[in-house]
């Protein structure tokens, strides 16, 4: 059984930073191209970031050029390192397969607020 968990999130000031984790059992990152999702309130979930099998990474344009997404394929986890973060990327941030294939973790609320 496939089972996500997303971490990191927290509340920061605009400007600021915050990584994310997602760590998986049951499945093997590296052979998947892995995406980092977010919902925020009255919103369609929406995919930010995704990085393929290979190491290619796309960003949607709301987060490219502050928002990286790698891997680590030894410890099975995919991260992504967000900054200059502004309110609107208040969201509930999952990862997940692209396209989706895996039921979603509980997630990792990312609030930006002064």
């Known amino acids: 059984q496939v089972q996500l968990v997303e971490s990191g999130g927290g509340l920061v000031q605009p400007g600021g930073s915050l990584s994310l984790s997602c760590a998986a059992d049951?499945?093997?990152?590296?052979?998947?191209?892995v995406g980092w999702y977010r919902q925020a309130p009255g919103k369609q979930r929406e995919l930010v970031a995704r990085?393929?099998?290979?190491?290619?990474?796309i960003y949607s344009e709301s987060v490219k050029g502050r928002f990286t997404i790698s891997r680590d394929n030894a410890k099975n986890t995919v991260a992504l390192q967000m900054n200059n973060l502004k309110p609107e990327d208040s969201a509930v941030y999952y990862c997940?397969?692209?396209?989706?294939?895996w039921g979603w973790g509980q997630g990792t609320q990312v609030t930006v607020s002064s």
């Open positions: 997940n397969a692209v396209p989706i294939r």
């Open positions: 990085i393929t099998s290979g190491g290619t990474t």
């Open positions: 049951g499945i093997t990152f590296r052979l998947t191209t």
